[in-house]
Nanobody, 115 residues
Framework: QVQLVESGGGLVQAGGSLRLSCAASRRFFGFYVMDWYRQAPGKQRELVAV???????NYADSVKGRFTISRDNAKNTVYLQMNSLKPEDTAVYYC?????????WGQGTQVTVSS
């Protein structure tokens, strides 16, 4: 069983920044791929950023150059630094991982970007 707890969401003006955190309750955290997804009202959940156990990262085209995913294995935590935020970034952001074929999700944290 893996528990993921996100924090750091909020309301920000366009052009602003937020940093999301996801604390994971799992052993050997450093061995696993961690992701951030988001879901806007009326839209499907979409992958935003991925970080591998070795620190390799990938991003959705819509956030490249603005968002940075990172991890601190000593703290079992993954981060999403979001800069130059746009109104279209408004969504609930979810932390995600897979363990032994089972997908785990956090409860989500709301990010609202005002124009």
């Amino acid at each position: 069983q893996v528990q993921l707890v996100e924090s750091g969401g909020g309301l920000v003006q366009a052009g602003g920044s937020l940093r999301l955190s996801c604390a994971a309750s799992r052993r050997f955290f450093g061995f696993y791929v961690m992701d951030w997804y988001r879901q806007a009202p009326g839209k499907q959940r979409e992958l935003v950023a991925v970080i591998s156990s070795s620190g390799t990262t990938n991003y959705a085209d819509s956030v490249k150059g603005r968002f940075t995913i990172s991890r601190d294995n000593a703290k079992n935590t993954v981060y999403l630094q979001m800069n130059s935020l746009k109104p279209e970034d408004t969504a609930v952001y979810y932390c995600h991982t897979v363990s032994q074929g089972t997908a785990y999700w956090g409860q989500g944290t709301q990010v609202t970007v005002s124009s």
